[in-house]
């Protein structure tokens, strides 16, 4: 089965907002096994919406059309779809009760006259409730061609999907779709790549798939069965195979944890408390860490110490080490981890410090060079690196590296391996 | 004239990646004054791509093609160019040097003997040195139609397109296009634009664009013109009616420039240092303030408490204001913004406390509610913020209105309002 999208939207062209529904549209339809060969964008035009609908119906069975859905005049993906399918609007009762219903929740929204068009539905199509926001969702099928009509807010569009489009696509399909999200970190992206290419060769059902993040890399196993059981039952083999290779390298095989997640629930299941001690990276190793569920009953302090006499006072890095060595040594980053961890009493700590740039490199200490300390109950372990990416990438992998490098000490005092 | 994009590569189409590209050319071209009606995403398949460029061509005058110019044999955009414009390739020398050197620079690279058909060019094309990568630009014409393709990598494709194909686009059209972004905090998106409507809809040369940002709304001014100065002619009125309706609300006219850059620099400027005290946010205000450069000078350092403890020994907030009103709360946000100030001997200091969610809402403070405190030079001014986001996003909004405060606090002890 074939699927393609059709973004509608004036600000997509002008380059206003990015396109994310697509990606986020994309992965997940590759998630549900169908194939994907277009994905086109449109502004608020009938004729040119008009035209790019008949044609992506001609050649894809399913069309997913995300935006243009709203009370404005400007918004006209239903009646286009409408006539496209040849079918009327008619005003619908339940959709009407719906809209009114978000208000009376939401308040805070001044309901106008023009809000009532998003009421009118085409004659025999499906309604998908949005309980995010006033316009439903609309399927309209012929001939075993299928248009779907989302909103594009992504707090609409994907509740709706995960929801009621994903299980409605599957049972279109003879097989069920059935996968899971193999989350890897401390290790490369081309090594990953390299050590699973055999079996990405070799493959039919299930299938696997990389995807690079940074400092992460997810290999995505989808296997079709007519059931859950029979899923994993073929995706077993892989999964074993998969852990066989990468063993404890896999932090999750769920879609939603993150790796700050897994870190969390590392240091709660020990009782353990963590903080943080940065200077490059200036707070956003906390502000990752704080992302999770829970963090609070784990993270109590931080410190974010730019300046040398910063890190004697709050963190009691020695004045003579600043001197001998300087701010971004091994020497300085070991200090700060475990300072950071006296001053917070803590059980763990976090240090990073680097030259993020563009400014502030010299022949001996380059742009790109970070040190990140670890402590963990009394052990402390220092790693050198070297970016090449600007300043705000540069930040970026060294948060990566920081949490996959407390992850990996964590490890080594909490007896087995958890896979969340 | 008209533009489109082709973006090519199976990983957008399989949502890997997001289309950023897409965003990014679609605004440079706006700006350029050029029309966009069409984007559309294709894999590496010969046929569809050739497909997708001839229908490309026959509608819009300029179609600009990113990716699929790497040496693998996937990498098809170059050959199916040269096939629809009916051109030979030849190795171009010039282009093997440029290959060469960029080898010899780099070094930690592989040279593969498939590298060297990136040194293929089509007959009669213009080639664009590619500075940060192997693939060199390609511009194909004929009978007023031109195709321009481009390296996929963002690191790539965004200095090309800079430095060659906006010069090239602007020299297609018979006025040149120049542009200002004038970028606004302290005020609501659907604020301003109700104030530029007017503006907007009497628009001819220059013209007026809303672009939405996290608590920032920037307005692009582009105006054709002959030459620079004239340019500026045209846009001056408009200038000086955005600056008579906005004021100080405008932080900048600067593409380039941010919201904390102008912070630091209005720092540097007083000769002030800042600090931040960080609860929700956990250190994500600190890492937003410490993107600018000279950041260094004016930040000392910083404190991440997350526990009630923690804003008592690090910032002296007193336990009875905690135990009375509670961590969420002004009392609490004041003594955190006052005692930061005092701790780090900073002239001025940034509060945030609030409860992000998903958890942690009660009836009285429900998810959302967030305390943001600003101590300027003896004065602190503490503001109460309702955010009606997930998580991450109620996180990202109180970063953008903590530094929006700040930068109010701090125009308030600086004689004039400075625009960078």
């Given at each position: 089965m074939t699927v393609e999208f059709i973004s509608v939207g004036t600000e997509i062209l002008l380059g206003?907002?990015?396109?994310t529904n697509a990606a986020f549209l994309a992965e997940k339809c590759a998630m549900l096994g169908l194939s994907c060969y277009h994905q086109s964008v449109v502004g608020d035009n009938e004729e040119r919406l008009e035209d790019t609908l008949r044609r992506a119906l001609s050649r894809s069975d399913v069309v997913i059309l995300s935006g243009g859905?709203?009370?404005?005049?400007?918004?006209i993906t239903k009646e286009v779809a409408a006539k496209v399918f040849g079918r009327k609007l008619y005003e619908d009762t339940h959709t009407k009760k719906q809209i009114q219903d978000y208000f009376c929740r939401t308040q805070n929204m001044q309901v106008t006259p023009?809000?009532?068009?998003?009421a009118l539905v085409p004659e025999e199509a499906k309604v998908i409730d949005n309980h995010n926001g006033t316009a439903p969702g609309l399927i309209l099928e012929e001939n075993g061609k299928t248009a779907i009509l989302l909103p594009g807010p992504p707090n609409e569009i994907i509740p709706m999907f995960e929801h009621d489009i994903a299980p409605y696509l599957n049972q279109l399909q003879p097989e069920g779709i059935y996968s899971k999200m193999v989350k890897i970190c401390s290790i490369g992206e081309s090594r990953v790549e390299t050590m699973v290419e055999d079996l990405i060769v070799k493959q039919t059902n299930p299938t696997l798939a990389p995807y690079a993040k940074t400092g992460e890399v997810h290999l995505r196993v989808t296997a079709k069965a007519s059931s859950e059981e029979e899923a994993e039952r073929l995706m077993a083999p892989v999964m074993e195979e998969l852990f066989r290779r990468f063993g404890d390298k896999i932090?999750?095989?769920?879609?939603?944890?993150t790796l700050e997640d897994v870190i969390i629930q590392m240091l709660l299941d020990k009782k353990m408390t963590v903080t943080t001690a940065e200077s490059c990276t200036g707070g956003l190793v906390a502000g990752r860490l704080l992302n999770?569920?829970?963090a609070s009953d784990v993270y109590k302090e931080g410190y974010v110490t730019y300046a040398n006499e910063a890190k004697e006072h709050l963190?009691?890095?020695?004045h003579e080490t600043l001197e001998t060595y300087?701010?971004?040594?091994e020497q300085t980053a070991r200090e700060m981890a475990e300072g950071a961890a006296r001053m917070a009493h803590a059980d763990a700590a976090i240090s990073v410090t680097g030259i993020a740039g563009p400014?502030?490199?010299?022949?001996?200490?380059?742009?790109g060079l970070v040190y990140i300390g670890c402590y963990v109950k009394g052990n402390t372990r220092v790693e050198e690196f070297h970016f090449h990416g600007n300043r705000s990438k540069n930040r970026e992998s060294s948060v990566a590296k920081a949490l996959t490098l407390l992850r990996e000490e964590l490890l080594k005092v909490i007896d087995e391996c958890r896979i969340m």
């Open positions: 206003n907002i990015v396109n859905l709203g009370p404005t005049k400007d918004d023009n809000i009532w068009k998003q932090f999750t095989t769920e879609e939603e944890v999770a569920a829970g963190l009691g890095v020695k300087g701010a971004v040594s400014g502030g490199g010299t022949p001996e200490k380059p742009v």
